[in-house]
């Protein structure tokens, strides 16, 4: 009987594990043409962080984009691209990848 009980116990565990790590994580590239100098880049990593699910935040000056590693359930690509239009920067979504959680 206890036994049956544990291994029950360790089956939930491993449910509710298995359901929290496995996160949605994805990496958005976007293209900012406003971003020419280095207090753009830096009005972007000040204002974008803020947004909901935001995970890492990457500036490339150099090619003028932005890439984003944001949690899926928390946001979308649509949302964040609104993020940028709050302090009046229009940014291009380029391409999207899924990753795993890395915890």
């Known amino acids: 009987m206890k036994t049956k009980r ?3 116990i360790m089956a939930a565990m491993l ?7 496995a ?3 994805r990496t958005a590239v976007f293209k900012v043409t406003q971003m020419k100098c280095d207090n753009c880049v830096r009005k972007i990593n000040n ?18 984009t932005v890439t984003i ?6 946001t979308s690509v649509d949302k964040l691209k609104e993020g940028f239009k709050k ?3 229009e940014a291009e979504f380029i391409k ?3 990753q795993e959680d890395k915890k």
């Open 69 to 74: 590693t944001y949690d899926a359930e928390k």
């Open 6 to 8: 544990f291994l029950m």
């Open 23 to 25: 996160k949605d994580i």
């Open 47 to 64: 204002n974008i962080r803020f947004e909901k699910g935001l995970k890492n935040l990457h500036t490339d000056l150099k090619t003028k």
């Open 96 to 98: 999207e990848a899924k």
């Open 87 to 89: 302090f009046n920067y």
């Open 15 to 21: 449910f509710c594990f298995t359901f929290v790590v």
